[in-house]
């Protein structure tokens, strides 16, 4: 399994980038007055350009306190619905395409206008990834390290918000899907890939091991080599934020597979302001940017 | 004070028909004027603290309504009060003390009733920045309420006018002739400071003046020239021209809250706040008055653009959680206000912070944990807190409670809410459990009210301006367990201290309330202690407990809205969830249930 990735981890790059441009795409497009319909409907039309014909699950999109998953009782919840975009809102675009056999799960946080409160939650959750990062690395239960993402979250002040997920999931297994001209969706997902998943469903079952990294006992063993998409998602009084990216576990050792995407980008040209504006620290924003460094550098003292 | 007083300018200027004006200036002529506008039967020295707290920011001018204080009354009496004579004095005054500026218009009582007159007539276009009215309704909009409510009566509507119709008792007595004039220069002009004192609990100082039996006989024309005469015709055109801040005092004997429920329709642009005072509010709450004041002139005074109440509407946006109605009475209420709470790392305290910062209440955040406190303070700027501190305090250690009490009311002064929340478990038999346990306990969860509830009830009864005091008790206050003794008890002392406070603070206007949660998914269990068991069994009940919580699965949010719930309402005593609520009645019912039920050694 591992060996099969190993040649085919660029065409998974290839498509979580071309998702993540789509995502990036239709929120720059976004205007005050648009549902959740339009953006969802954007957002296959562009991969349909780009050649997508199959998906994991179909766009997701979700405005204003939808992000947080406000009120959130059924599934059916998730799917896009006639909310109109406002000005100030926050938004997330979340989508799983399959391009060339390979799958990508995405999730872009953003909002209309500046939104001080999900930027905070978007800086926030560089500490998750992290966290994640490291504690796959060492090899820690699944289960585990999904209660110490629930502790962090809980000390930055913020709500699980994953955990409204099916199965209340921080992630799942993507993987390979083979190309049919003819891939119905049963709900939005689209049947190949969950064939694939349900495959791993029953492997996983007879090895001691399961596709989907949940809080539960299924999830009680150390990181399963594969291709994970990660998706921790914070909440915090109606609004919410999450990224959603690959992680590549291999049997020994575990990395993200791409950094070059918007949410790292946007950490990243935050330390280099940060590091410019060193000479005259002023304004509230600086002081948010040297308060995420000292978080940072609190969360690497944790690790060491 | 006295210091301030010097610096008052008075001059004379001349208004409508020649009658002299007595107007009295505070603060740099070039900043921002604020005219603060008397009612009836006041002077302008009714204003006097409000001044002097806006004079450092605002040019503030006051003046003697005709007829009343150190300006003459017009001649004849009769037909010289009218509400078009009072617009001429109004711009005569405001073109003396601004020429080339609007100014940000405040009025109380008969004040209130002139400025909507100001506020919605032609002639004052341009010469108004804002309006605030406080306990004084248009006459105009008066008249289409009672008109609306009488052409189609309902239940609902005919008991408003009867209300409101009962309330108005006074304005029947003013139309009498001569009898007013007696009365006021009679007993009940010497009376008037006595009883004003007992019925609305004013201070009793130097005010009213000298000049009140002749003020209060003069203004019985404001209610003969103007009352008869608006709420028979009222003007079908009254509209604002300019944003209003409505203020009204909930325990007002005089005018009923819903007299202001149409206001929506003649004000486009309307900001709602609410005061539990009773009617004379410049005189019994002018710190409250004069932060309102000064926010809403602040927020209009560059370009008179939507200011305050936009910056309201984005941040209802961003936080979608706190619209309807629930949310729009506590930014009413709370709005501006000064709000500590102890505990405020996590738990009911974080989300208590939280919801006084949606509701637009700056926010002191105490807690022995700094990193916690300090999330804390800047998540509530992040969803509406004008401002918010963190401070680090333990609550069981009076020296660091009384030096926090000082800097709170040097820095940010007297807090309008203080909710003593902080506290820890601790579990075990009372035979397992010592004396260093019950020290603990003791000192965080009783100690820490008792040095809450003593310096801020005291800061709060010296500045006489009114408050409230939550403290977080537990349903485990009524219901006895052997599993909790020390942890029960503790939150049974925080209870009647709570119910014995409510009745000591209650001749200040200070409230005290107990809130009994009940079994609540906080952090509490993480650190709670089990008494007479080995470290690892510790780890594991906690464990335990934690899981137990976490089934309930009941929110610290929602103990916090009832917190803002039982600020409002000045409840003695509230029960959050079911449990609770159950228990407590059971307690009243069948305590001999309860004693049961305490023998129940609960499986952890």
């Known amino acids: ?304 | 004070m006295s210091g301030t007083e010097e610096q008052v300018r008075e001059r004379f200027v001349t208004g409508g028909g020649g009658v002299r004006l007595c107007v009295a200036e505070y603060g740099d002529a070039e900043l921002p004027t604020v005219l603060l506008l008397h009612g009836y039967p006041d002077s302008k020295e009714v204003w006097s603290d409000v001044a002097a707290l806006l004079a450092d920011r605002y040019h503030v001018v006051l003046y003697d309504v005709r007829g009343h204080g150190r300006s003459a009354a017009p001649e004849p009496l009769k037909g010289g009060f009218t509400l078009e004579k009072l617009t001429e004095d109004f711009l005569a005054v405001a073109d003396a003390v601004s020429p080339d500026r609007p100014v940000h218009l405040v009025g109380h009582d008969w004040g209130s009733v002139q400025g909507w007159e100001f506020a919605t007539v032609g002639r004052t276009e341009g010469r108004i920045a804002s309006f605030t009215s406080i306990s004084g309704p248009c006459l105009d909009h008066f008249g289409h309420w009672i008109r609306r409510r009488v052409r189609r009566p309902t239940p609902r509507r005919a008991a408003q006018v009867l209300g409101q119709g009962a309330k108005s008792w006074y304005v029947y007595a003013l139309h009498t002739p001569v009898l007013p004039e007696l009365a006021w220069r009679g007993v009940l002009g010497r009376q008037w400071p006595k009883l004003l004192a007992r019925v609305e609990k004013l201070p009793a100082d130097s005010y009213p003046t000298a000049s009140l039996p002749e003020d209060a006989a003069h203004g019985a024309w404001l209610y003969r020239d103007n009352v008869r005469q608006r709420l028979g015709s009222p003007r079908p055109d009254a509209y604002a021209h300019v944003p209003v801040q409505l203020i009204t005092p909930t325990g007002d004997a005089f005018l009923s809250e819903r007299l202001y429920d149409d206001l929506e329709r003649w004000v486009p642009q309307l900001t709602r706040r609410t005061l539990p005072a009773k009617h004379w509010v410049p005189r019994s709450r002018p710190n409250q008055l004069a932060r309102w004041i000064a926010d809403f002139v602040t927020a209009h005074e560059f370009g008179g653009g939507p200011g305050g109440t936009a910056a309201a509407g984005t941040a209802a946006a961003a936080v979608p959680g706190v619209r309807g109605k629930a949310g729009d009475g506590a930014r009413q209420r709370f709005g501006g206000q000064l709000v500590l709470v102890t505990g405020a790392a996590s738990g009911i305290g974080r989300a208590t912070a939280f919801a006084f910062a949606e509701a637009g209440a700056r926010v002191i955040a105490v807690d022995r944990d700094t990193e916690g406190a300090a999330r804390t303070a800047e998540l509530a700027r992040l969803i509406g807190a004008p401002d918010a501190w963190p401070e680090t305090v333990d609550v069981s250690d009076a020296e660091a409670m009384e030096k926090l009490a000082a800097r709170t009311a040097d820095v940010h002064g007297v807090p309008d809410v203080v909710v003593n929340n902080a506290g820890i478990g601790l579990a075990g038999a009372f035979l397992d459990t010592t004396p260093e346990d019950w020290k603990q306990v003791l000192d965080v969860n009783l100690w820490g009210v008792i040095h809450g509830c003593r310096l801020f009830g005291r800061q709060m009864v010296e500045r006489g301006q009114g408050g409230h005091i939550v403290n977080t008790a537990s349903a485990a206050a009524f219901q006895p367990s052997r599993a909790l003794p020390a942890y029960s008890t503790s939150k049974a002392a925080v209870l009647m201290l709570s119910e014995c406070l409510r009745a000591e603070l209650a001749p200040h206007g200070i409230g005290v309330s107990a809130i009994c949660p009940g079994i609540v998914n906080t952090p509490i269990t993480g650190s709670a202690r089990f008494a007479g068991v080995s470290e690892e069994e510790q780890d594991r009940r906690r464990a335990r407990s934690a899981r137990l919580y976490g089934l309930r699965n009941y929110p610290p949010e929602k103990v916090a809205r009832a917190i803002l719930h039982t600020v409002q309402r000045n409840t003695a005593v509230v029960p959050v969830t079911p449990e609770a609520r159950g228990a407590r009645l059971l307690s009243r019912l069948s305590p001999g249930a309860l004693r049961a039920f305490a023998r129940v050694d609960p499986p952890l």
Not at chain 1, 20 to 44: C, F, K, N, Q, S
Not at chain 1, 153 to 181: C, E, L, T, W
Request: net charge negative.
């Open chain 1, 1 to 304: 399994m591992d060996d099969g990735l190993g040649d085919g981890l660029d065409g998974f790059r290839r498509v979580q980038r071309l998702a993540y441009a789509i995502a990036e795409a239709v929120a720059a497009e976004l205007r005050p007055g648009m549902t959740e319909r339009d953006a969802a409907r954007a957002m296959r039309v562009r991969a349909r350009e780009q050649g997508v014909r199959d998906w994991f699950h179909l766009p997701f999109a979700w405005f204003g306190d939808r992000t947080a998953f406000t009120g959130f009782k059924v599934p059916l919840q998730f799917f896009p619905t006639g909310r109109r975009l406002e000005p100030g809102m926050p938004f997330i675009l979340d989508m799983a395409p399959v391009h060339e056999g390979c799958t990508a799960d995405i999730g872009y946080s953003g909002s209309l206008g500046p939104n001080p409160l999900q930027e905070r939650l978007m800086a926030d959750l560089r500490e998750h990834r992290e966290l994640i990062l490291r504690e796959v690395r060492e090899r820690r239960p699944l289960r585990a390290i999904y209660q110490d993402v629930d502790r962090l979250m809980a000390r930055q002040g913020y709500a699980n918000r994953h955990r409204a997920y099916p199965f209340g999931v921080i992630a799942h297994k993507v993987d390979r899907v083979s190309d049919r001209r003819w891939s119905p969706r049963v709900a939005g997902f689209g049947t190949q890939a969950l064939k694939g998943l349900a495959s791993d469903a029953l492997h996983g079952h007879r090895e001691g091991w399961s596709p989907l990294w949940s809080p539960y006992r299924m999830s009680d063993h150390p990181p399963h080599p594969g291709l994970w998409a990660v998706e921790p998602h914070l909440g915090f009084r109606g609004t919410g934020a999450k990224f959603e990216e690959i992680l590549v576990v291999t049997e020994t050792d575990a990395y993200w597979l791409d950094d070059e995407l918007p949410h790292v980008r946007r950490w990243s040209d935050a330390d280099t302001d940060a590091v410019v504006s060193t000479a005259a620290v002023t304004g509230a924003d600086t002081d948010a940017v040297t308060d995420t460094q000292t978080d940072a550098a609190r969360g690497a003292g944790a690790a060491a």
